[in-house]
């Protein structure tokens, strides 16, 4: 019998499983955001943010469909090197960023960063987007 490669099967795997959760979250991100209340709505509800993104990944982790996990370091099993993210709450729901605000996810108990994630939303950046400079301005 041929030797059986457990390592591709076990990539093969958790890239399936990341591929099918960043798509659960895109379509989950999109029905929200056609169910968005209007302005007027909002107010006579007191819902004072409407952020699709973050509450997808509410909505996810609540039905146990998120790869969510702690401040990790290296390899994240099923992510490729150029992947790209519509947002922070799809990376955390994929288990690649643990923050939904901050930019920097880090371990509090080692004090080092494990993830960054470059929005380009503030005027100050300079991310020279070759994926090996940038200078970071935020949190």
């Not at 990341?18 to 709505?41: D, H, I, N, W």
């Not at 982790?61 to 993210?85: M, S, Y």
Request: glycine share 8%; net charge neutral.
């Amino acid at each position: 019998a041929p030797a059986v490669n457990w390592q591709l099967i076990v990539h093969q795997t958790a890239r399936a499983r990341f591929l099918e959760t960043a798509a659960l979250y895109a379509r989950t991100k999109q029905r929200l955001q056609a169910e968005a209340p209007t302005q007027e709505e909002r107010e006579e509800k007191g819902i004072r943010s409407w952020r699709p993104g973050d509450l997808a990944h509410k909505e996810l982790v609540g039905a146990n469909k998120a790869l969510e996990q702690r401040p990790a370091f290296g390899h994240v099993a099923g992510v490729r090197h150029g992947d790209t993210f519509v947002d922070r709450a799809q990376m955390k729901v994929v288990g690649l960023h643990t923050e939904l605000e901050s930019g920097i996810s880090y371990d509090a108990r080692l004090q080092l960063a494990c993830s960054i994630a470059m929005s380009g939303g503030y005027e100050t950046d300079k991310d020279l987007r070759d994926g090996n400079v940038f200078e970071y301005t935020g949190q």
